[in-house]
C-alpha cells in the first residue's frame, strides 16, 4: 500500500509563515506529479500548487510569490514553503502524488495524505 502524511500545520499570525512536509511510502516505483491542495469551511477544494518528476512548478494565482512548493525526490517528499500569510490562507492542506506503484502502467495511481490545518489568525 501507499501511504502519503503530511506535518507542518499549525496557528500562524498573518505575514507569518509555515513550511509544510508530506512523505510518500509504501511500494512506490516511481512518483510523477505531486501537489498541494486546499480546502476552507464551505469551500470546494482547490489546488495549491504542483511540482513535476522533472522540477517544473505551477501555482495558483492567490499564492504565487508566496509560497514555494519543492521536493526530495531520494525521499520521496514535498514541501510546500508558505510566506506571507494571509487569513483567507485558513484551510485543511492536502498533498497528492501521481504514482506508480511498479512498472506496469496499469499500476497508476493517485494517492492523497489525510490533511493537516493550517490556521492564520491573530
Known amino acids: 500500500q501507499v501511504q502519503l502524511v503530511e506535518s507542518g500545520g499549525g496557528l500562524v499570525q498573518p505575514g507569518g509563515s509555515l513550511r509544510l512536509s508530506c512523505a510518500a511510502s509504501?511500494?512506490?516505483?516511481?512518483?510523477?506529479?505531486m501537489g498541494w491542495y486546499r480546502q476552507a469551511p464551505g469551500k470546494q477544494r482547490e489546488l495549491v500548487a504542483v511540482?513535476?518528476?522533472?522540477?517544473?512548478?505551477n501555482y495558483a494565482d492567490s499564492v504565487k510569490g508566496r509560497f514555494t512548493i519543492s521536493r526530495d525526490s531520494a525521499k520521496n517528499t514535498v514541501y510546500l514553503q508558505m510566506n506571507s500569510l494571509k487569513p483567507e490562507d485558513t484551510a485543511v492542506y492536502y498533498c497528492?502524488?501521481?504514482?506508480?506503484?511498479?512498472?506496469?502502467?496499469?499500476?497508476?495511481?493517485?494517492?492523497w495524505g489525510q490533511g493537516t490545518q493550517v490556521t492564520v489568525s491573530s
Open positions: 497528492n502524488a501521481d504514482l506508480l506503484k511498479s512498472w506496469r502502467s496499469s499500476s497508476r495511481g493517485v494517492y
Open positions: 509504501g511500494s512506490i516505483f516511481s512518483i510523477n506529479d
Open positions: 511540482i513535476t518528476s522533472g522540477g517544473s512548478t
